[in-house]
């Protein structure tokens, strides 16, 4: 990082004249010479995977390439029939790389339509332009909430705190004074000032970065870890068991030698084949990233944007949602309303000194009322001046004698600008009554002469006058109180988490449904963790919260083992929205905000939120539901495999027949599972509940359909034929019924895909053309009966499996 600045710091100044550069800025034919010389700031973005990523990703890996061997050995030997796996695959492949291209091209929309701007100084003016237009020696403007797009040196007059954890990981804002670098990616949190870009696009220090470094970590994804585990004991089964199954299938060729010169390899290559591929549960890995990617598209048209889209997974596991008040709850927007008499003489000069305050470019939401309520027609000159912090909750200009307003004037909440004399009793009295009829107060008050040294606490010196207290509107959204209801009948607790007054914010807190009680006033929050766990889990309205104490209460519910979610818009959420499971960013939001957010409401609309959850639920309880079947058919797989290898028996069932039943009564069914609506609420433990149900129901499967094959080998009148088939039905029979198991509870349309599969199966051994390419055909009756009732017995302990798992393993209630 040293070397990164002293780099920048050394740079060679530009050939534009350094004082009328930094006055009015670069002309725009100066801009033109630059960008035209590919000096701009254009850098590739990171809200989605490239399409060579997807590409790769769904194509060149492992469990492909073994499918891709065995089609190709397959078509080798003659043995198309018993190929159809490859198209199989093909198709899951082509399916996720046109589902995550699809949901790629609509985030990628989004994210440019909503991409960030900076505030510059060209031809002598302010212009607002997109981050990517930045070029060297362009004069950036900066306030807090902020986003810092290139690498800048902070020009004479200006003072910031950046936050450069996503860089360096240091989690503490820290302060910059003239002349300091500010590295691209670095958050503004306070202060505002001018500065210069030193060096943008794939030459900023972030962009020398790895792509790792580069992207805030990734979403904590169970489903994800919980798969890539399954995945990895597959691929240490895969060798020991196909070299057992490749043993057994040649022992019943007659020994290597005779298997080698008769050709008797070949039918026990069909088996191998057949064992290998049904162990890989490729249409699991396929319906996840599909579910991940339609969950984004859908979200996309809901105006959200997910800034990744394994936090589509994290909407179904909320079960904690913190608001912000302002620009959340409230609509963002707010209106000066009056100047009240702060109980001592008036000070000359307070309305020219409260101009200032509104004039500022880099004003917030609340200066900018002042100003349109005071407008100024000629800005006094400061000499001096102290940003607002959230943490400080006060900020002030200081103005030189005969200026016609000398002295200093401090700007912020009533407690911490009026402090604690009791001189100013009257005007605390004045401002807790007036914040408790919901408005938002501002103490405005005067020191004579300019403002001492301030300490790291913010305390503000002694012998401030109350000079007039502000108060200002803020609208509730229409949409609040029925979208809060909608998360209280979800089970999703709600807190209000609010840097205002807590009079104020429980005003507010009364008229979205939060019941008659106080709000929790955060400056009496204990700093003890374990007692801050019990005030959180005992409290649900919080005021005067600070950056750093929102961001404590988030940690806090998570040590809980709660699934928090926070909204915010502004930059004192900044900290909170980063520590959260899922940050929710209002459209409304600073730059920072946004930066740091999972999930954008691109058009400010609070209803969005209950189809943001609902979409999350249905995507991860439909994932969970179709993982439970493939993975059970991955278990009874391979523990078939084992068996009959063991027992030195042939395998059981050609390629062809497990492909058509694993199509049947896994792969479509469970396509269209995957996209059905759900309510559930998604609860931790997916890998457990999975196999609780799976591991159970692969065995039940596997002992039945050794039964019947025990059966149909002990009788010795059956056809090899007809033992065959009487093992597809058996097999067919318990993994539909483990798909009717996983769609319940059933509607019309689960109905139809079901009674799809049973028509299907029935096809399977009533159409000629079909049976015969299929090799499958009505076994004797006997041992038919001998097929169903073993399916029946196995369908039956399958179902106490079921209840196994939902009992036991914790599993949620079907929704």
């Not at 104490?549 to 928090?564: E, F, I, Y």
Request: net charge neutral; hydrophobic share 45%; glycine share 10%.
């Amino acid at each position: 990082m040293y070397e990164a600045r002293e780099s920048i710091e050394h740079q060679p100044s530009s050939s534009v004249p350094g004082g009328r550069r930094r006055r009015d800025g670069l002309t725009s034919a100066e801009v033109l010479e630059r960008t035209s010389a590919g000096r701009g700031n254009s850098v590739p973005g990171t809200t989605s995977r490239s399409l060579w990523e997807i590409v790769r990703a769904n194509v060149l890996t492992l469990f492909n390439g073994i499918v891709a061997g065995c089609f190709i050995l397959l078509l080798v030997l003659d043995q198309w029939r018993d190929a159809l796996f490859g198209f199989s695959a093909l198709g899951n492949s082509l399916i996720g790389i046109v589902q995550e291209y699809r949901a790629k091209q609509s985030l990628d929309r989004l994210a440019i339509l909503h991409a960030a701007e900076s505030r510059v100084v060209r031809d002598g003016r302010t212009q607002q332009v997109p981050a990517d237009a930045l070029v060297p020696d362009d004069i950036v403007l900066l306030s807090a909430g902020e986003q810092v797009s290139a690498d800048l040196r902070l020009l004479d007059g200006g003072y910031v705190e950046a936050d450069e954890s996503f860089l360096t990981g240091e989690s503490e804002p820290v302060s910059k004074a003239p002349g300091a670098v500010l590295l691209s990616g670095s958050l503004i949190m306070a202060g505002s000032g001018r500065a210069e870009v030193v060096r943008a696009g794939a030459d900023t220090f972030a962009n020398k970065l790895t792509a790792e470094a580069k992207r805030f970590s990734l979403v904590t994804s169970e489903i994800r870890s919980g798969l890539d585990k399954v995945l990895r004991v597959i691929t240490w089964l895969l060798l020991p068991t196909a070299l057992l199954v490749a043993n057994a299938q040649i022992q019943n060729a007659g020994g290597w030698e005779d298997a080698v010169s008769s050709g008797g390899w070949v039918p026990g290559t069909l088996g191998l084949v057949a064992s290998i591929i049904s162990m890989i549960p490729l249409g699991l890995v396929l319906l996840t990233s599909v579910a991940f990617a339609v969950g984004g598209v859908r979200l996309a048209g809901h105006m959200v944007l997910v800034q990744e889209l394994a936090a589509v997974e994290v909407l179904a596991r909320v079960d904690v949602l913190c608001l912000d008040k302002t620009g959340t709850l409230s609509s963002g927007s707010i209106a000066f309303e009056a100047v009240h008499d702060a109980g001592t003489p008036p000070v000359e000069g307070w309305r020219k000194a409260l101009e200032w305050f509104g004039a500022k470019e880099e004003a917030s939401t609340t200066a900018r009322s002042i100003g349109e309520a005071f407008p100024a027609a000629d800005l006094l000159p400061a000499a001096g001046s102290v940003p607002f912090t959230s943490a400080r909750k006060w900020s002030s200009v200081t103005f030189p004698p005969g200026s016609g307003a000398a002295g200093t004037w401090v700007l912020g909440a009533p407690d911490a600008v009026l402090g604690e004399s009791p001189s100013r009793a009257g005007a605390h009295r004045l401002a807790a009554a007036l914040a408790s009829t919901g408005r938002r107060t501002l103490a405005f008050a005067h020191l004579p002469g300019s403002m001492p040294a301030i300490g790291e606490d913010g305390r503000l010196p002694p012998g401030l006058v109350p000079v007039v207290l502000l108060t200002f509107r803020e609208d509730i959204r229409k949409d609040a109180h029925r979208t809060l209801a909608y998360f209280r009948q979800q089970g999703v607790t709600l807190k209000i988490i609010s840097g205002d007054d807590p009079r104020t914010v429980a005003v507010l807190a009364r008229e979205v449904g939060f019941g008659q009680g106080p709000a929790y006033d955060a400056r009496e929050l204990p700093t003890d963790p374990a007692m801050l766990e019990e005030t959180m889990e005992g409290n649900h309205v919080f005021g005067s919260v600070t950056p750093a104490q929102k961001r404590d209460m988030v940690q806090a519910l998570k040590r809980r083992g709660h699934t928090v979610a926070m909204t915010g818009d502004g930059v004192n959420d900044v900290l909170a929205l980063k520590d959260a499971d899922l940050g929710i960013a209002m459209d409304t939001a600073s730059p920072a905000t946004k930066a740091v957010a999972r999930l954008v409401l691109l058009d400010g609309r609070f209803d969005r939120l209950p189809a943001v959850v609902a979409e999350g639920r249905r995507a991860i309880s439909n994932i969970e539901r179709v993982s439970m079947v493939f993975l059970s058919k991955t278990v009874y797989i391979t523990l078939i495999s084992l068996a009959f290898a063991l027992l030195l028996l042939p395998f059981p069932f050609l390629p062809r027949q497990l492909s058509v039943l694993d199509g049947l009564t896994i792969g479509l069914p469970a396509f269209f599972l995957a996209l059905q609506p759900s309510a559930q609420r998604y609860a931790p433990g997916f890998l457990k509940r999975s196999l609780a149900f799976s591991l159970p129901a692969g065995l039940c499967a596997a002992l039945c359909v050794l039964a019947v094959n025990a059966y149909a080998r002990l009788g010795g009148q059956y056809s090899a034929g007809a033992a065959q088939s009487a093992t597809v039905i058996t097999l067919a029979l318990i993994a539909a019924w483990v798909l009717v198991m996983a769609s319940r509870p059933l509607n019309w349309i689960k109905t139809l895909i079901l009674a799809g599969m049973y028509g299907g199966l029935v096809l399977l051994f009533t159409v000629p053309p079909v049976k015969d390419f299929f090799r499958l055909d009505w076994p004797p009756p006997d041992l038919l009966a001998a097929s169903v009732m073993a399916a029946a017995a196995g369908s039956l302990a399958i179902e106490g499996a079921g209840y196994f798992q939902r009992r036991v393993a914790g599993r949620p209630g079907d929704g």
